[in-house]
């Protein structure tokens, strides 16, 4: 499948809103294909030549729902500045097993491959998360104890598979209001 900036669903399409379905196991390899192309999308994504060239937009994470395919597999690439690889999963039915009272955000607030237009505010959730998946980097179950920005990408992903973007989470009358027992995050 050719994943780029024109294949990738939008918020106006009700395809985005659409819940996802649990993997069947043993994974088909119609599903670990467009996984692993998931994953390659969003790899040459943060590289600037190949992204502008391939019209992609950056990104950290994609969910399948974002092809219009309503499954729970999602793909996350998390780099340092140098484009070192800090963080790398081709998940396939994660699910948080566990999460923090206390809350985090991004400073700048959150961005989707399915959004153009601007949403300003804060995006609160939970500082540490613990997610079970199959992760088919590794093709064994996995868990992550993920915290800060890296829960924040995880819970961002998950929450594609309920349907939900990350505006319908801010809050419309005080978008930068703030919350208690929370931090921010850079
Ligand atoms: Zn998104």
Request: glycine share 4%.
């Amino acid at each position: 499948m050719l994943i780029n900036n024109e294949t990738i669903i939008k918020d106006d399409d009700e395809r985005i809103r659409q819940k996802s379905e649990d993997v069947a196991f043993p994974v088909s390899q119609e599903d670990r294909q467009l996984l692993m192309e998931m994953m390659e999308y969003v790899d040459k994504s943060t590289d600037e030549e190949i992204a502008e060239k391939e019209n992609l937009r950056p990104a950290v994470g994609i969910s399948a729902i974002q092809l219009g395919i309503p499954k729970k597999m999602t793909a996350i690439i998390i780099k340092d500045e140098e484009g070192q690889k800090l963080y790398e999963y081709a998940l396939v039915n994660p699910k948080i097993v566990s999460q923090s009272v206390e809350k985090a955000y991004l400073e700048s607030g959150e961005g989707c491959l399915s959004v153009e237009t601007e949403h300003q505010g804060y995006v609160y959730r939970s500082a540490r998360v613990k997610v079970k998946a199959y992760d088919l980097l590794k093709e064994d179950y996995i868990e992550i104890k993920a915290e800060d920005y890296l829960a924040i990408v995880l819970q961002h992903e998950l929450d594609h598979f309920k349907g939900i973007l990350f505006y319908d989470r801010i809050d419309k009358d005080q978008p930068f209001r703030k919350q208690e027992n929370s931090h921010p995050i850079e």
